[in-house]
């Protein structure tokens, strides 16, 4: 099957950028596979992903979102490679559908867009929400969730039925560890773009009031964004430079969450965060907010612990109780271990090939 992946950049802090660098590498293995990424601002460690796989790929210099220029480039891309089907990522959908209005009908291959957040955040901008809702109706382009609950959600709001859903994929691999709870360094690991929806300023405020009940709190935060000066500046502030450690943007997360033992997240709303499923493939006792499709992968005192978002007391309790006394975690933890192979990227990658396929075979 020759399948067309476009993908809208290759930002090193997206969640969604890193679910279609990895599935790349799988799919690449059971098809023919060619990879178009439209703005060639970001380039670096997720273009050398791909060239470890020796993936077929291009960069375009999409400019700005509506690109008639880029549209009609992308359309010559699409009748030399004759896709079978093509699938496509965060702001790429459009685009994808411009470059299409100019093929003839039947032509046209089926495109499926992984949706990874909710329909409100994906469509915050208001020419976006119509469009996205004008496009998503149409028979052969079919929107697919990460999580049951992103599902039930887009299909109220796009008011299509039968929203297929395929949980989110790990490369599972870098997280893996034999290290023992008790052993590992950093007490808690966060991994996540410091944005406002991943709520850093609730969390380091936790840690704060932690620290009084638990001493020798050892905190990781890896990632980077709009906000992180901000957040570094309050744990300053607050004196707590010391026990929360700003480690940046890492090709290599692996060896931080590797040697936690909780991963924690605070986020207003999730679909189905890759860094919990990494979190789990590691061996970490996870603790997040309930919110979105969390619930769905994390059950409670079975794999992990869940708090309502923007509980302060709860989660310090959770946090406490568990660093307390970590080796009674040591069972959940190789629980985790186990779990987090549901949610391997090579396993996610055949759900999506045979997913194209049966659509392939209907249209037929």
Do not use: W
Not at 276 to 283: F, H, K, V
């Amino acid at each position: 099957m020759k399948v067309l992946e476009i993908i809208s950049s290759l930002d090193p802090t997206g969640g969604a950028e890193t679910f279609a660098v990895n599935l790349s590498r799988e799919l690449n293995d059971i098809s023919h596979l060619k990879v178009v990424i439209l703005y060639s601002k970001h380039k670096g460690y997720f273009e050398q992903k791909l060239k470890e796989k020796n993936i077929d790929y291009l960069f375009m210099n999409k400019t700005k979102h509506f690109d008639l220029k880029n549209a009609k480039e992308l359309r010559k891309i699409i009748n030399d490679f004759k896709p079978d089907v093509i699938h496509t990522e965060n702001n790429a959908l459009i685009p994808t559908y411009l470059a299409l209005r100019m093929i003839k009908k039947s032509q046209r291959p089926n495109v499926f867009h992984t949706m990874h957040l909710k329909p409100e955040e994906e469509t915050s901008n208001k020419i976006i929400k119509v469009l996205f809702k004008h496009i998503l109706k149409k028979p052969n382009f079919i929107p697919v969730a990460i999580s049951k609950t992103l599902s039930a959600e887009s299909q109220s709001y796009y008011k299509v039925k039968n929203v297929p859903f395929i949980d989110n994929g790990v490369a599972l691999e870098p997280f893996r560890t034999t290290n023992k709870l008790s052993s590992r360094k950093y007490d808690i690991v966060v991994v996540g773009r410091f944005v406002m929806l991943k709520n850093h300023h609730f969390l380091v405020s936790s840690f704060i009031e932690l620290k009084k009940k638990y001493p020798s709190l050892n905190v990781a935060l890896v990632g980077n964004g709009e906000l992180f000066d901000g957040v570094k500046a309050f744990v300053k502030d607050n004196n707590a430079q010391d026990y929360i450690h700003f480690l940046g943007l890492l090709d290599n997360p692996a060896s931080i969450v590797n040697d936690s033992k909780i991963i924690a997240l605070g986020s207003l709303s999730e679909a189905n965060p890759l860094s919990l499923l990494e979190g789990m493939s590691a061996g970490c006792i996870v603790v997040s907010s309930s919110v979105g499709g969390v619930p769905d992968i994390v059950k409670e005192e079975e794999n992990g612990f869940l708090f309502p978002s923007g509980d302060k007391e709860k989660f310090v309790e959770i946090l406490h109780r568990i660093l307390s006394n970590i080796e009674a975690y040591q069972n959940m933890s190789e629980i985790n271990v186990d779990y987090s192979n549901k949610f391997s990227m090579k396993e996610c990658a055949r759900k999506y090939y045979n997913l194209f396929e049966n659509y392939r075979i209907s249209k037929k």
